[in-house]
């Protein structure tokens, strides 16, 4: 059974960057779509982006050009770099893999297994 591990989470000022790390194991996880969700008290949980077994990315409007995802697939990991940190990126930050099709990579639903999640709080 595939199993992941989000590490990295921690405090930052506005403006700084953080990067966090999704680590897989068991399976074939090369296969894999893996992608990254993220979720606040009191609100839906809301896809921030995803990496295909091809290497293709795609991200969420409200991260675009500051988030970037890339996949090490040596070490079965997959990084999530964030930069230009907001207030609003506060969140507990989940991965997720799966094997969805194109028009579903944002759905939760399409996603088989997810880890624990990592918090990630931006504040002055």
């Known amino acids: 059974q595939v199993q992941l591990e989000e590490s990295g989470g921690g405090t930052v000022q506005p403006g700084d960057s953080l990067r966090l790390a999704c680590v897989v194991s068991?399976?074939?996880?090369?296969?894999?779509?893996i992608s990254w969700f993220r979720q606040t008290p009191g609100k839906e949980r809301e896809f921030v982006g995803g990496?295909?077994?091809?290497?293709?990315?795609h991200y969420s409007d409200s991260v675009k050009g500051r988030f970037t995802i890339s996949r090490d697939r040596g070490k079965d990991t997959v990084n999530l770099q964030m930069t230009s940190l907001t207030p609003g990126d506060t969140a507990t930050y989940f991965c997720?893999?799966?094997?969805?099709?194109?028009?579903?990579?944002?759905?939760?639903?399409?996603?088989?297994?997810w880890g624990q999640g990592t918090q990630v709080t931006v504040s002055s």
């Open positions: 068991g399976g074939t996880a090369a296969t894999y779509t």
């Open positions: 990496i295909r077994s091809t290497g293709t990315t």
């Open positions: 997720a893999t799966g094997r969805p099709i194109l028009s579903a990579i944002r759905t939760q639903s399409m996603y088989y297994y």
